[in-house]
């Protein structure tokens, strides 16, 4: 396809790759006016999201295919969504790149969006773009819960135990692989979680459905500096066992590992990307001792793991092997630092 020279033409490139809204989108109004109308259900609370995804900062177009940056750059927005037991409704697209990448590259990345969109059932129903030197992409989802019903990081009650979904650091694992220029397939379990999270919506909105978290959020940015963030907002501690963390399975060192592995033990490397490693999107929720009876060990195929104790005191702790309890270290991400 040849380069898309105006802005008419990249907004109808958009329009045409997502997914067209559905009856039950709530998009009232769409694509081609100056605001979308979107209607909200009656008996629901609207949740409101805005994610940024940068280039040189949340991707590098030299490792990351487009069609990866078009699904990662929803998936993640709609994440949010899922971590307060809703549904993902529809989503605006600001949207900045380079003139030279308005031909293959932008037809790549609109179809990742366009398999996102219709994977988690979330339409486009507006947004902006413009030229930029780089790619920069905001992208705003609307979504919606049953009202009272939304899962907050608020409450979270002392002796409560706290749950993991999935194994923790896949994704950094699958980004160092990325790095390392590993000759491995888009399907191995950690690169396809890097490039193509999947947000646990049918879980979380299981869960709420159940009424079982007393709080929950997702994990984003690492275990080490959410699970502070829960702890906070609940006026609370915690206590997690560094044995009971489902960790990512890290091979044994070999060539395609040499840059990444060379000061590390697998158990060590295992337990620092578990803690410290982002972009997993798994849901890290909390619940009571009388109602975690009703949690099954796995949801759909997706691993339920209790790895700790809500605390009355405020510390963060983490209980090692050796019986060694310590301060939990925040060393997840953090653009600031």
Known sequence: MGMKTSEANLIRELRAATSKAG???GIVLGVGDDAALFAPRLGHETILTCDWFLEDTHFLRRLHPPDAVGWKSLARAVSDIAAMGGQPRCFLLSFALPKDLTGRWLDQFLSGLRRASRKLDCPLAGGDTTLQEKVLINITVVGEVRQNR???????????????SGLLGEAD???RLLRGKA???KSHP????HLYPEPRLALAQWLADQRLPTAMMDLSDGLSSDLPRLCEASRVGATIEAAKIPK????KRNRSARSWAVSHSQSDLALNLALNGGDDYELLFTVSPARARRLPASHQGVPLTAIGTIQRTRSILLAEP?????PLAQAGWDPFR
């Open 183 to 185: 000759r491995i397939s």
């Open 150 to 164: 939304a899962i907050l990081r608020s409450r979270a009650k002392p002796g409560d135990l706290i749950y993991v």
């Open 190 to 193: 950690a690169l396809k979680k």
């Open 173 to 175: 694992f699958g980004l």
């Open 23 to 25: 009856s039950k989108s």
């Open 248 to 251: 990512a399975s890290v091979p």
């Open 322 to 326: 050796d019986s060694v309890v310590k």
